[in-house]
């Protein structure tokens, strides 16, 4: 497709879950992220995936938080045991490792009850 | 960290140009200053970036001062629909994207 591809657009669910977004970003994109954004909040940087490189994990918040990406296509960022805290809006963006800038999707908002 | 401070607000009349400034005064030689902003209940955009000479596109404009330690993002007729919060950003190549609180933009007629 011609943009970025974030499934579910909405997630509810009950807490002690586990969920897993998906992210598709734009075919060529060696550069990959993850964020979060909490209702008024701003965007907070959860990881990093950059071609064949170690990803830059720095941003996740707990284990229960991961995430995947085989080659440079689709990824998964999965959140075990869910908590009320971690409802956000979780935003992925791609980009050609050195582009002009980073492509956003339109999020998956996920919601803990 | 974010490596940028900008102001928390500013308010623009419609029509008029819009100067938003940002301060790096910590930034590296092979740094970039990246300008993203996000419009309510959207994901951010992508507007602009440079590393010393001042750019241009049909978005906006970025003027980065000679020493590099701050920029400023200039929409030139400002319309309401540009009314979202702009983030300014310090980035490396390989390294990660981290935002700031930007500066929330309000455009009115």
């Known amino acids: 497709g011609a943009g970025v591809s974030q499934s579910p657009s909405n997630k509810v669910t009950e807490k002690g879950k586990d969920v897993e977004l998906r992210c598709d970003p734009i075919s060529g994109h060696t550069a990959l992220y993850w964020y979060r954004q909490r209702l008024g909040q701003g965007l907070e940087f959860l990881i990093y995936f950059q071609g064949n490189s170690a990803p830059d994990k720095s941003g996740l918040p707990s284990d229960r938080f991961s995430a995947e990406r085989t080659g440079e296509s689709v990824s998964t960022l999965t959140i075990q045991r869910t908590q009320q805290e971690d409802s956000a809006v979780y935003l992925c963006a791609s980009s050609l490792e050195r582009g002009n800038g980073y492509t956003f999707g339109s999020g998956t908002r996920l919601t803990v009850v | 960290d974010a490596k940028t401070t900008q102001p928390p607000s500013m308010d623009c009349a419609e029509g008029r140009a819009a100067n938003l400034p940002c301060n790096h005064s910590?930034?590296?030689?092979?740094?970039?200053v990246y300008w993203y902003r996000q419009i309510h209940s959207q994901g951010p955009q992508y507007i602009i970036h440079g590393l010393k000479n001042n750019e241009t596109n049909e978005m906006a404009s970025l003027i980065i001062t000679e020493d590099r330690k701050s920029s400023t993002l200039i929409l030139p007729h400002a319309t309401l629909r540009d009314t979202a919060v702009y983030y300014c950003i310090v980035r490396g190549a390989g390294t990660a994207l981290i935002f700031g609180k930007g500066t929330t933009l309000s455009v009115s007629s």
């Open positions: 910590t930034i590296s030689g092979n740094e970039y």
